[in-house]
Each structure stands twice: as C-alpha cells, then as structure tokens.
C-alpha cells in the first residue's frame, strides 16, 4: 500500500505548491487534491491548469492518488431541489474529466444526505427518497465514469445514510458498475462501529481508503484525533485490507489541522502512517517476532 496525503490536512489558504513540497519533504507518495468552487483547482479549471499542477507534481515525483471535493454538502445529489441535484451531478462530472486530466483513477463522491448536524440549516431529507435519489444520479454517472476510465468512490460520511456495512455493499451492488465502489473512510466509522468489519464486508469494492483516527469517549467532532491516539485498531485495519488484497493508497485526512505550526501534523501523520503499514525498523523488527 502506498502512502498519501489530502490537501485538508495542511492550514486553509495553504497554496498547491506548498502543499506538494510539504508532502514531499514528509515522505509521502502521493497527494489527494480537492476540486473547489474557485480557485486553483475550481469549477472554472482549465486544461493548463491541470498541466501546471501536474508538472509540479512530476517534479516533485509525487502522484495525486486521489481526488476529492467538499461541494457535496452544497449541492447534495439528494436535495428537494432539482437545480441542486443537477449542480451535484454536474460537479460529479467535472471531478470525473479533471480526474481523467490528472491521470486519477478514483474520485470522492458523497451521494447526498438524509440530514448533517454540522451544517445548520441543512436539509432533512426522507431516507427512502434519499435512496432513490442518490442510487438514481450514481448510476447514470457510472457510464460518464467508465467513458473517461475513472472510477467514483462513494465515501461514508456523517450524513445518515448507508449507515452500515451492509447497506452499502447493497448500494454499490443496485448501481452494479466496475466503475462505482467505495471511498472508505476508517475513521468515520468509529462512533458507530468497527472499521475491519467494513473492509471486510466491502471487499473488492474498495476502490481507495482514507485514514483518520477516532476516540469514542470524546464523541462528536472532537473525537477526530491524531492517527494512532484514537480507537481504531489499525492492527485489524491493515489485516483486514491484506486480507481482501488492497494495495492502492491509504490517504489520511486529518481535520483540522494543529493551530500553531500547522505543518507539524503532515509530518506526525507520516510517521504514523509507516508504524501502521510496518515501514519503520521498531514495527518490521516487532512483525518478524510475530
């Protein structure tokens, strides 16, 4: 499994290129940028913007293992609002041709929401027509998805849907594409359940995997912790994600970044991220006694 960083764990406002050469310089593999309104990497992006940023990255030698977007909170693909639904898909489209562009082969993708306690004002949406909905938009997408050969990972979020294991294999299953799978997060499990389970379940169709770490006696948003100090047992994690043979990126998404030296967490997270896989002579010294 290769090592990789989204572009949400360095302090907002933090530029494309310093973000790149703060990877770097932490030994990650790769970088998972984030398509936003505006921007750098916004809505308005032009194919020289995707030839700028990538000869930044090609010198840099990192890859972007992954694209993701937060306008899906915005723009659900479950709202009352047709115009909305319609954006959601449009931007859904938009991440799969910038993708395309990157060379990326997964994209991250929430299907909507049922309801957001984080958001005020969000909407509260009927499940079944929830279901409906976001099942309706994926799979007309998986077809723009397979033209252009990248795949949309659907990520499990706290947005009170597809609330287990189960209900989202059976999702993925209802859209039946090669080119639709899951974008787990592990972290966002933890409240609620036990993140080994769900590679598990899930199986082949994790197209690509985020790391976060979680302590349950904290609850909330606070339980969001630095990798290794929360409660998920990575041991079983990396077991489990063996056991079904992933061996894309792992990508840790760390928010919110530390207040004071910000940048400090990229490198904490790296060295983390090699216990975990076993990088470190401690944890390779540790598995041979094993």
């Known amino acids: 499994m290769k090592k990789?960083?989204?572009?949400w764990s360095f302090r907002e406002g933090t530029p494309i290129k310093d973000c790149i050469r703060i990877a770097k310089a932490a030994g990650y593999e790769g970088i998972e940028l984030s398509l936003n309104e505006s921007g750098e990497l916004g809505l308005q992006t032009t194919?020289?913007?995707?030839?700028?940023?990538?000869?930044?990255?090609?010198?840099?030698?990192?890859e972007q293992c992954g694209l993701a977007t937060g306008l899906y909170w915005d723009y659900p693909m479950t709202s009352e609002s047709a115009d909305i639904r319609g954006k959601a898909v449009d931007i859904c489209k938009k991440q799969l041709e910038l993708a395309a562009a990157f060379g990326v082969d997964t994209i991250?993708?929430?299907?909507?929401?049922?309801?957001?306690?984080?958001?005020?004002?969000?909407?509260?949406?009927?499940?079944e027509k929830a279901y409906e909905r976001a099942l309706e938009a994926i799979s007309k997408l998986a077809s723009e998805a397979e033209a252009v050969g990248v795949s949309i990972g659907i990520e499990n979020v706290w947005n009170k849907f597809l609330l287990s294991p189960l209900e989202m294999r059976s999702f993925l299953d209802a859209v039946g594409s090669d080119f639709v799978g899951s974008y787990f997060d592990v972290g966002n499990v933890v409240h609620a359940g036990y993140p080994e389970q769900w590679v598990r379940i899930l199986g082949k169709r994790i197209k690509k995997v985020?790391?976060?770490?979680?302590?349950?006696?904290?609850?909330?948003?606070?339980?969001?912790?630095?990798l290794l100090a929360g409660d998920v047992n990575y041991p079983a994690v990396v077991s489990a994600l063996r056991e079904i043979g992933y061996d894309n990126y792992v990508i840790a998404e760390m928010i919110p970044p530390y207040t004071h030296y910000s940048e400090q967490i990229i490198f904490n997270t790296s060295a983390a991220m090699d216990a975990i896989l076993g990088r470190t002579p401690a944890a390779n010294k540790l598995i041979g006694e094993a």
């Open 4 to 7: 990789g960083i989204n572009i």
């Open 47 to 62: 194919e020289k913007d995707v030839r700028d940023i990538r000869a930044r990255l090609e010198d840099s030698n990192l």
């Open 210 to 226: 985020h790391f976060k770490d979680y302590r349950r006696q904290a609850g909330g948003l606070h339980g969001f912790v630095d």
């Open 108 to 127: 991250l993708v929430i299907p909507g929401a049922v309801g957001v306690d984080f958001i005020k004002g969000s909407e509260v949406i009927d499940y």
